[in-house]
C-alpha cells in the first residue's frame, strides 16, 4: 500500500465549479502539506497542517482551501476554479525529524 | 518561500558519463534534500543532508552540502538509461517549509 494516496488522479472541470482533492497516509504522522506544481517553477507550499485541526497558509494560498478532519486526511478545495489553477498538486506527509514524503499527485485542468 | 537557484536546467549525456548538478541560495539552510521525480508520480527522497560539509552517498548518488549552507550539489556516477527524469534540491530552514530548486532535468542517451 501507497504511505500517501491522492485522489482522484486527474480531474478535467470547468471554471466556476467547486472541486476537492483529497489526501490520506497510512504512516500516522502529524504534518501534512499540499504543493502547487507548474512547468519550469518547482514546487510551491499552498497550505500545511501540524495535527488535526491546525490550518496554516502557505506561499500561495489563496484561491484555495484546506480541511484536516481526522489525522490521516488533508483536503484540498478550490471554492471557484479558474483557468490559471490548472496544475498538478502534491500531498505530502512528513514524520518527526524526517524529510517530507510525496503522494503521486493530481493532474488538475481547469477550461 | 524562496525560490533556490538550481543548475544546469537540463542535461542531455550519454549513458556512461558523470552528472553533476547543484542549488544555491542567499539564505542559509538547515537542511538540505534532493529528489527526483519520474512522469506521473511524485517526487521521491533521493538524499538528506543535515550538517554543513556533510557529504553522503547513496549507490551511484553523492550529494554535498555546502559550508556555507547556502549550496548543495548532486553528482550521478556512471549514470543509466534510468535516470532519466528531473531532479530538484530542497532548502530547509528552521522552520516548516521546504523551498524547491526548479528542477534539473536529466536525459540519458544509450
Known amino acids: 500500500d501507497a504511505d500517501v494516496t491522492q485522489t482522484p488522479r486527474n480531474r478535467i472541470t470547468k471554471t466556476g465549479k467547486r472541486i476537492m482533492l483529497e489526501c490520506s497516509q497510512t504512516?500516522?504522522?502529524?504534518?501534512m502539506y499540499w504543493y502547487r506544481q507548474d512547468p519550469g517553477l518547482g514546487l510551491r507550499l499552498i497550505y500545511y497542517?501540524?495535527?488535526?485541526?491546525?490550518?496554516n497558509k502557505g506561499e500561495i494560498s489563496d484561491g484555495y482551501s484546506v480541511s484536516r478532519q481526522a489525522q490521516a486526511k488533508f483536503s484540498l478545495s478550490l471554492e471557484s476554479a479558474i483557468p490559471n489553477q490548472t496544475a498538478l498538486y502534491f500531498c505530502?506527509?512528513?514524520?518527526?525529524?524526517?524529510?517530507?514524503?510525496f503522494g503521486d499527485g493530481t493532474r488538475l485542468s481547469i477550461l | 518561500g524562496q525560490q533556490l537557484n538550481q543548475s544546469p536546467q537540463s542535461m542531455f549525456i550519454q549513458e556512461g558519463e558523470d552528472v553533476s548538478m547543484n542549488c544555491t541560495s542567499s539564505?542559509?539552510?538547515?537542511?538540505w534534500l534532493w529528489y527526483k521525480q519520474d512522469p506521473g508520480e511524485g517526487p521521491v527522497l533521493l538524499i538528506a543532508?543535515?550538517?554543513?560539509?556533510e557529504l553522503t552517498s547513496n549507490g551511484r548518488l553523492t550529494a554535498q552540502f555546502g559550508i556555507t549552507r547556502k549550496d548543495s550539489f548532486l553528482n550521478i556516477s556512471a549514470s543509466i538509461p534510468s535516470d532519466v527524469g528531473i531532479y530538484f534540491c530542497?532548502?530547509?530552514?528552521?522552520?516548516?517549509?521546504?523551498?524547491f530548486g526548479k528542477g534539473t532535468s536529466l536525459l540519458v542517451t544509450p
Open positions: 530542497a532548502g530547509q530552514d528552521s522552520g516548516y517549509a521546504l523551498n
Open positions: 497542517s501540524f495535527d488535526v485541526k491546525d490550518i
Open positions: 543532508l543535515y550538517k554543513a560539509g
Open positions: 505530502a506527509i512528513q514524520g518527526s525529524n524526517q524529510p517530507q514524503h
Open positions: 539564505s542559509i539552510f538547515n537542511t
Open positions: 504512516k500516522g504522522h502529524d504534518r
